[in-house]
């Protein structure tokens, strides 16, 4: 019999997260599949925020529980802007929900695939310096554990139970205070690195589709100045590119492109932005201190 422990956050705020069971869009516009992804990481926010809540009160096995469902939450807004980089060479007209998307829909432990793969691979790591392997390394391989203990571990945080051997399991039992706060505080980077991916993708989706006027003869031989160490042949091709320009060429499926805004801060302040807000907060504070003066 599974007893029912209750978060407050569950009165407060209704479901923890939206139903896996379904995925579908009737549109070929991406508004849907942008609020999809700002609810998403706004809701991922408020369980990982809630999850360091529950740390500091020193349960640490609600934190685990609600740090898997942040992951799962944030999982599925990193498949979303994958799909969308990925509709850029797709097809045109191809539907923008596949059966790789309504399968990680409904598979926990994908989400939380997912999630262990970007953070390995840092493809939009920011920082003010490099991240730390060592550190890394021992990050992932909790997330790894969570991963095939998923379920078990997410349970574990919300009920009562007994195990096969007769052993009462209650959400009491022991969670490393240490490794789930190490793997939420990593967990709650991806909402600022998909922005900043965001941003990353719409200047290469632009480069793509924006021509090269052919260069002028200074700019040429400016160039052949610089490339006069390099392999003769490698710099001949390159002058020859510079010589003949490029035509742009249009992404497929634009309307799911990446659109680079006019206005650098229109965001702060909109749900699903809350992890990039807290890191201009963070990136003022040390340009300015905490009272504005600059240092």
């Known amino acids: 019999m599974?007893?029912?422990?209750?978060?407050p956050s569950q009165q407060d705020h209704g479901p923890f997260y939206a139903s896996d069971a379904t995925l579908s869009f009737t549109t070929s516009r991406e508004e849907p599949v942008i609020a999809l992804q700002d609810a998403l990481l706004a809701n991922a926010d408020r369980l990982l925020r809630e999850a360091l809540a529950a740390l500091d009160?020193?349960?640490?096995?609600?934190?685990?529980?609600?740090?898997?469902?942040?992951?799962?939450?944030?999982?599925?807004?990193?498949a979303l802007h994958e799909r969308r980089v990925g509709m850029a060479h797709s097809p045109e007209g191809e539907a923008f929900v596949n059966d790789r998307l309504k399968k990680l829909w409904r598979e926990h432990h994908l989400k939380l695939d997912i999630v262990h793969r970007f953070l390995a691979e840092e493809q939009y790591w920011f920082g003010v310096k490099p991240s730390d392997p060592e550190e890394n390394a021992e990050m992932l391989g909790t997330i790894e554990k969570w991963k095939r203990e998923h379920n078990s571990f997410k349970q574990r945080g919300f009920y009562v139970d007994v195990s096969p051997e007769g052993e009462l399991l209650t959400p009491e039992d022991a969670a490393a205070p240490g490794a789930v706060r190490e793997v939420i505080e990593h967990v709650h980077q991806i909402g600022w690195?998909?922005?900043?991916?965001?941003?990353?993708?719409g200047r290469r989706q632009e480069d793509h589709e924006r021509s090269v006027p052919p260069a002028t003869e200074e700019e040429i031989e400016n160039m052949r100045r610089l490339t006069r160490r390099i392999d003769p042949?490698?710099?001949e091709r390159l002058l020859e590119s510079m010589r003949e320009g490029s035509e742009g060429?249009?992404?497929n499926n634009a309307s799911y492109g990446f659109t680079l805004s006019s206005e650098p801060f229109g965001n702060v302040g909109r749900p699903g932005y809350e992890a990039q807000d807290r890191e201009l907060q963070a990136l003022?504070?040390?340009?300015?201190?905490?009272?504005?003066?600059?240092?």
């Open 57 to 78: 009160e020193g349960d640490s096995p609600l934190a685990r529980s609600l740090g898997i469902l942040g992951m799962e939450e944030s999982g599925k807004a990193i």
């Open 193 to 201: 690195q998909l922005r900043l991916g965001e941003h990353i993708e």
């Open 233 to 235: 042949e490698m710099a």
């Open 284 to 295: 003022w504070e040390r340009l300015h201190g905490d009272d504005g003066s600059v240092p």
């Open 2 to 7: 599974w007893l029912s422990r209750q978060h």
């Open 249 to 251: 060429t249009p992404i």
